[in-house]
């Protein structure tokens, strides 16, 4: 079969559009015809070697994908060849203690596909059989692979984690983003009032056409005091930020009493000092979030709210897997709004 694979680290010149063996289920597998792939900014991290998870070279990223089931292990069940079918990346240990009390969202010794193991940037790949999640017929594959990373992440990350609700206010940082426009959608379906931000007035108005109330350009102005302004200088409930350490203090600066941050990502750095006075007197969480601790059932309810028309898929553009460099470059320049897709 082909794949995009790279045996070094580096830019998009690592990446190659070469012949690989088909992998072999075992009985407790399936094979899935990889019909399209979502790419994600981990992609780019690990093959870059920025990730400070584990990759083994040579590698085949993808951690969203979408496809036919062609075959199946004996011991699989509740799943059939020719089935349509979106992938759960998180792959749980089934033994660790998390898992053994029915909690195994929250395993501890949980791989990753596309990143522990051999991703969907092929014409197949090999996952569990308890890793596929069954898609509707009114649902493409290009929409489907949008779901598993970014849809779940905002699903889980504003619901769960940040126990959002109706009436609240959101700020939602890097709305251009796939995981970005799936917050704001998620958001206002909840009922909050969005504040979007977005580096160019572009991105802010396609996330007006996706339910925004207010839109920031953080290249223009000082968010925090837009966020004051737009607040009546109350603040704002939730803070739904991919950024990190750069945004760290207006972030705080622009939290309501008992307001919540949900640190979703760090691509604006890691490490951030912290002014824990302000946290305590101002009854501030920060909640940290990520994907691979949702549960199964928060996949399977994006998928139906999608089939539904209740969220909606944001496409910037979709390539031919051997143009998986051209793809990466553009997500890696941030040049999209919303998800970039390969199609094996």
Request: charged content about 25%.
């Amino acid at each position: 079969m082909k794949a995009i694979r790279y045996h070094e680290f580096g830019g998009v010149e690592v990446l190659k559009y070469e012949d690989v063996p088909e992998p072999e289920i075992s009985d407790n597998e399936v094979l899935v015809h990889v019909k399209a792939a979502s790419l994600n900014h981990i992609d780019l991290r690990l093959r870059s070697g920025k990730s400070p998870r584990p990759v083994d070279l040579p590698h085949i990223g993808g951690l969203d994908i979408s496809g036919d089931v062609v075959k199946t292990g004996k011991n699989v069940t509740g799943v059939a060849e020719r089935t349509r079918v979106v992938i759960e990346p998180a792959v749980r240990c089934g033994k660790c203690r998390f898992c053994q009390r029915g909690e195994s969202n929250l395993c501890v010794a949980a791989k990753v596909i596309g990143v522990n193991l051999y991703g969907g940037f092929a014409e197949y790949v090999k996952v569990p059989g308890a890793n596929v999640v069954p898609i509707p017929d009114n649902l493409s594959y290009n929409d489907a692979s949008t779901i598993p990373i970014c849809s779940v992440t905002a699903w889980y990350g504003l619901l769960e984690r940040g126990n959002l609700k109706p009436g609240e206010t959101v700020l939602v940082h890097a709305a251009g983003s796939g995981t970005g426009s799936a917050a704001v959608q998620v958001a206002k379906l909840s009922g909050a009032y969005v504040i979007a931000t977005a580096g160019t007035d572009e991105k802010l108005a396609k996330a007006k056409e996706l339910g925004a109330d207010e839109t920031v350009n953080y290249n223009k102005t000082d968010f925090a005091e837009e966020v004051k302004k737009i607040t009546n200088k109350t603040g704002v409930d939730v803070i739904f930020d991919q950024i990190g350490a750069s945004v760290w203090d207006k972030n705080i600066q622009s939290l309501a009493p008992r307001g919540r941050l949900l640190l979703v990502g760090v691509v604006g750095g890691g490490a951030a000092s912290a002014n824990l006075g302000a946290l305590i007197m101002r009854d501030i969480s920060v909640l940290g979030v990520t994907v691979f601790n949702a549960a199964r059932k928060d996949l399977s309810s994006v998928v139906n709210l999608t089939s539904q028309g209740k969220l909606r898929p944001v496409i910037d553009k979709a390539f031919r897997l051997e143009e998986a460099a051209v793809a990466q470059k553009l997500l890696e320049d941030r040049n999209q709004f919303g998800k970039v897709i390969l199609n094996p």
